[in-house]
């Protein structure tokens, strides 16, 4: 699946180009990399007046600490740290210019996700920098609480990734900005929001989590091969390397998932472009007395055992129907949101109602909704989103599309909606059911507003 952000990065990497050239004709900066798919993350040296000056420690005064994003929950999304927001570093590794290090922590939240938080280091502390249009380029650090996590699943606030126990994850981003914060296509471009970092100031980045049987990680740096051990029970790795370490044509860094089971383990390692390699090369592992590795260039050549989960389709894409009744109301939008969706007037939002067969008790399962539009004249109600918190089993659950769309009564009968239990992990103590479609409404069944619609 294209990640959501590759198109608004590729768009972003123009504009790079274009202040690239700006930049040569006053600055005398160096001539862009050229990169390719994915990105990572990443924080880096401070350049002042035209030179690279490493930042020390000591010269870093304190800012306001980093806000943790909306609708923060102990029962929805990624849930909150166990035990608060004072996890302690487990990895800490020096800037490839000097100035403050990086660093990681790791800890688990109330929803049995398993998180990696990464940023820059000062006193002990994680933190982001106030450089590259961050905090108003204050140059201050801002620590980093450990509840500022993204209120859905996974990762994209701050440079933090999520996964649910049992599960691994590897990030790399060839383009990660000095100040420690994710690049988010959406924060760039317009007048006053924050302005694409110069390559000098960026980082090869690479973090995950890799599970309990995890050894040691191996990446490629300018002079060859490296590896280095991983730390913790959660088989954590942090790795910044200069930019240009390894090519990417996306200003977004991207996630890569993978299992780790008692007795095996399935890691994905990320892709070989047509540009050149990623930073990972290699993951080791043991399993009793004996060591393997997954990839290429690990010092311990026999592979790892791999045991594909079966059936993995249909955890993600069930066939049975539980044949659950499901309400539909349009909700009718403003002109001026309407417009804003480059949709005619009236537009709508879809509330979906349905009474929960199962529990969700964790980040593991969900429930999911999936707009269909089939009709090619249609309002096309393409549109899907996911519940994101727990749920009491036979809890009435009231739920709004994200995306708007217009009702064409002549297409109400191929656009539908359908609501879906996914437990794409299979069923376990926590989710001991497996996947299954709830039900499923048509448009035409819809309660719709009294005002005049579009089409006939």
């Known amino acids: 699946m294209r990640d959501p952000y590759t198109s608004l990065g590729e768009a972003l990497v123009s504009a790079a180009h274009r202040q690239e050239r700006s930049d040569r004709a006053t600055s005398g900066f160096r001539a862009w990399l050229s990169r390719h798919a994915r990105a990572l993350i990443g924080a880096a040296i401070v350049t002042l007046s035209g030179g690279a000056v490493a930042l020390a420690a000591t010269g870093v005064l304190s800012g306001a600490p980093v806000k943790p994003e909306p609708r923060q929950s102990a029962t929805a999304g990624n849930g909150l740290p166990v035990g608060g927001s004072n996890a302690g570093l487990v990895i800490a590794v020096s800037d490839p210019a000097g100035g403050l290090p990086w660093g990681a922590r790791v800890f688990h939240t109330t929803r049995g996700q398993v998180c990696i938080q990464v940023g820059r280091v000062r006193d002990g502390k994680l933190g982001e920098l106030g450089e590259d249009s961050a905090f108003g380029d204050d140059r201050r650090f801002h620590a980093l609480p450990a509840d500022a996590l993204p209120p859905g699943y996974g990762g994209a606030a701050a440079q933090v990734e999520c996964v649910s126990s049992g599960q691994t994850v590897i990030f790399e981003d060839a383009n990660a900005d000095r100040s420690g914060m994710r690049l988010i296509p959406e924060e760039f471009g317009a007048p006053g929001q924050r302005r694409v970092p110069p390559v000098s100031h960026r980082r090869a980045l690479a973090y995950g989590l890799l599970g309990p049987h995890a050894v040691s990680v191996t990446y490629r740096t300018p002079a060859g091969l490296r590896t280095v051990p991983v730390s913790g029970r959660d088989g954590a790795f942090l790795i910044v390397q200069p930019p240009g370490?390894?090519?990417?044509?996306?200003?977004?860094?991207?996630?890569?998932?993978?299992?780790?089971?008692?007795?095996?383990?399935?890691?994905?390692?990320?892709?070989?472009?047509?540009?050149?390699?990623?930073?990972?090369?290699?993951?080791?592992?043991?399993?009793?007395?004996?060591?393997?590795?997954?990839?290429?260039?690990?010092?311990?050549?026999?592979?790892?055992?791999?045991?594909?989960?079966?059936?993995?389709?249909?955890?993600?894409?069930?066939?049975?129907?539980?044949?659950?009744?499901?309400?539909?109301?349009?909700?009718?939008?403003?002109?001026?949101?309407?417009?804003?969706?480059?949709?005619?007037?009236?537009?709508?939002?879809?509330?979906?109602?349905?009474?929960?067969?199962?529990?969700?008790?964790?980040?593991?399962?969900?429930?999911?909704?999936?707009?269909?539009?089939?009709?090619?004249?249609?309002?096309?109600?393409?549109?899907?989103?996911?519940?994101?918190?727990?749920?009491?089993?036979?809890?009435?659950?009231?739920?709004?599309?994200?995306?708007?769309?217009?009702?064409?009564?002549?297409?109400?009968?191929?656009?539908?909606?359908?609501?879906?239990?996914?437990?794409?992990?299979?069923?376990?103590?926590?989710?001991?059911?497996?996947s299954v479609i709830v039900g499923k409404v048509k448009l035409s069944e819809a309660q719709l507003p009294h005002v005049r619609r579009t089409g006939g």
Not at 283 to 296: H, I, P, V, Y
Request: aromatic content about 8%.
């Open 245 to 434: 370490t390894f090519k990417n044509s996306s200003l977004v860094g991207g996630s890569v998932g993978g299992r780790a089971q008692p007795d095996s383990v399935t890691v994905v390692m990320p892709n070989v472009g047509p540009q050149g390699p990623p930073l990972l090369s290699a993951a080791t592992f043991r399993f009793g007395a004996g060591l393997c590795s997954q990839g290429s260039g690990a010092p311990v050549t026999r592979r790892c055992p791999q045991k594909p989960a079966p059936q993995s389709r249909r955890r993600y894409e069930p066939t049975r129907s539980l044949g659950a009744p499901v309400g539909l109301k349009l909700l009718l939008q403003s002109p001026r949101a309407c417009r804003r969706a480059f949709l005619l007037t009236p537009c709508y939002r879809a509330e979906v109602t349905f009474t929960a067969p199962y529990a969700v008790t964790r980040a593991g399962a969900d429930y999911t909704v999936d707009g269909a539009a089939r009709c090619p004249v249609g309002g096309r109600p393409e549109t899907g989103w996911g519940i994101e918190r727990d749920i009491r089993r036979h809890e009435l659950i009231r739920t709004a599309s994200l995306g708007l769309f217009v009702y064409t009564a002549r297409c109400a009968a191929h656009e539908s909606f359908t609501v879906v239990y996914l437990n794409p992990e299979g069923p376990s103590r926590f989710a001991p059911h497996e």
